[in-house]
């Protein structure tokens, strides 16, 4: 009773946490909608598309393995902990000085200071989201979702209101918000590391051997979700060309509502991810299993809710972005619907990852982003913004496809080589001493 009690109250700090996350972008992108024009909106949606896939190469080179292998013998040292630190602040490091580097040769070819800009705060601002998404990944495999949510709200409450003052200062411009998107982050990372200090130690020695561990995990998953975060990168880009700089900035809004979906995905996700990493380690594959389905069965019943109010409110909502996306709603319900299929292939993906299958991964990652790249070519042209909805929905029902069997597959393997019936605890134990 008090374990179901304590994952019950760890379920609601993970989702409120991610629910203050994924409002501060939601309200985020509605200040600057409220404070530029369409045009604008799509080039921030645009600048912030490079953060996306810095973000996603991260999760998957630092944060992947370090979830992966922190409750294996041997990882669940400080020195494991600190080296995941070192490699997320030397990769952080890196891609702001790539960022600053493109924004001067960019700014030297078209004479326009506020490309220059426009870079330079954005280097600024992805430095410290880097650095506090991996305090959130470390911060969701200790369980410590209470802590986590009150810095998150700190962060957000400190964004949003000095967004607000410079759009009632009348001053509001996108390097001015990306700067102050970055400074709120100093303060609640820099008291993370300090309330943390105790839990990871630094090792030179084993620096460069816990990367090369790491790597040899991580390196199907970064090849992987680069693919899979592809249509993410190149739609933006893609309605640009068909569409303009207006239409991207329409897309920007419709997908921002939906990210009220993401936020609960992301949530059951972040919680999800490690509980069933260590159903694994310690109950074998069954109990995994069972975690998978509990999962699976969540996201499905709330997504389908949330679906159905896009469906008939969408339109509503979109109105308070402006009256101009208020004729959109049809397209934030096919981006919903293309959500709920997303979570089944994550929460699947999640039973890969326990599995140590990183490479089988890949081809979920695969079929979504050809799917999606491909379709959303020929239904621009044909059905304008609504098309990237469907070509949405389509690739994400052929990552779900392909992740479920790749999984099924996968287990079925691993029992075939314990040689065992998955029954009871002692499987388990055979099932972890032979990984």
């Not at 000095?162 to 820099?190: D, E, K």
């Not at 998978?292 to 409110?313: G, K």
């Not at 959109?328 to 890969?352: D, E, H, P, Q, R």
């Amino acid at each position: 009773m008090t374990d179901r009690r304590n994952q019950l109250k760890s379920g609601v700090f993970a989702f409120g946490d991610q629910m203050v996350v994924s409002a501060g972008t939601f309200l985020t992108l509605m200040i600057v909608s409220r404070n530029c024009s369409a045009s604008d909106v799509g080039i921030f949606s645009l600048t912030w598309t490079v953060v996306s896939l810095l973000r996603t190469v991260q999760e998957r080179l630092i944060a992947a393995p370090f979830v992966a292998f922190t409750y294996q013998p041997g990882f669940s040292r400080p020195t494991f902990r600190g080296s995941s630190i070192t490699h997320q602040l030397t990769f952080a490091t890196v891609s702001a000085i790539t960022i600053v580097v493109i924004s001067v040769v960019v700014a030297w070819k078209d004479q326009r200071s506020f490309h220059f800009t426009l870079g330079l705060s954005l280097a600024f601002a992805m430095f410290f989201h880097l650095v506090r998404d991996h305090m959130r990944a470390i911060s969701y495999t200790d369980f410590a979702f209470s802590r986590l949510l009150a810095l998150d709200s700190i962060i957000v409450m400190s964004q949003l209101l000095c967004l607000l003052i410079l759009g009632w200062q009348n001053i509001f411009s996108l390097p001015i918000a990306n700067i102050v998107l970055g400074i709120a982050c100093l303060a609640p990372i820099a008291m993370w590391f300090h309330q943390s200090r105790t839990s990871y130690s630094f090792d030179r020695k084993l620096i460069a051997s816990d990367w090369f561990h790491n790597w040899k995990y991580s390196r199907w998953l970064v090849g992987g979700r680069i693919i899979g975060i592809a249509p993410v990168i190149a739609i933006p880009w893609l309605i640009v060309f068909f569409q303009g700089e207006e239409g991207t900035g329409i897309y920007a809004v419709c997908s921002s509502i939906v990210g009220l979906s993401m936020m609960f995905v992301t949530g059951v996700n972040n919680m999800y991810q490690p509980k069933t990493v260590l159903e694994f380690q310690k109950n074998g594959s069954r109990g995994m299993t069972s975690v998978l389905m509990e999962s699976v069965f969540i996201v499905t019943i709330v997504l389908t809710v949330v679906s159905v109010f896009f469906w008939f409110f969408g339109d509503q909502v979109l109105r308070y972005y402006g009256a101009n996306y208020a004729k959109y709603g049809y397209l934030v319900f096919l981006l919903s619907i293309s959500t709920l299929i997303a979570s089944i292939s994550a929460m699947s993906g999640n039973g890969l990852v326990a599995l140590g299958k990183s490479k089988e991964l890949f081809w979920g990652e695969v079929s979504c982003c050809l799917v999606t790249i491909v379709t959303a070519i020929l239904f621009i042209r044909s059905y304008g913004l609504v098309g990237v909805g469907y070509s949405w929905i389509l690739g994400n029902v052929a990552a779900t496809v392909v992740t479920t069997i790749t999984l099924t597959q996968s287990l079925r393997i691993h029992r075939q080589k314990l040689g065992l019936s998955d029954s009871g605890v002692s499987l388990a134990r055979d099932e972890i001493q032979g990984i």
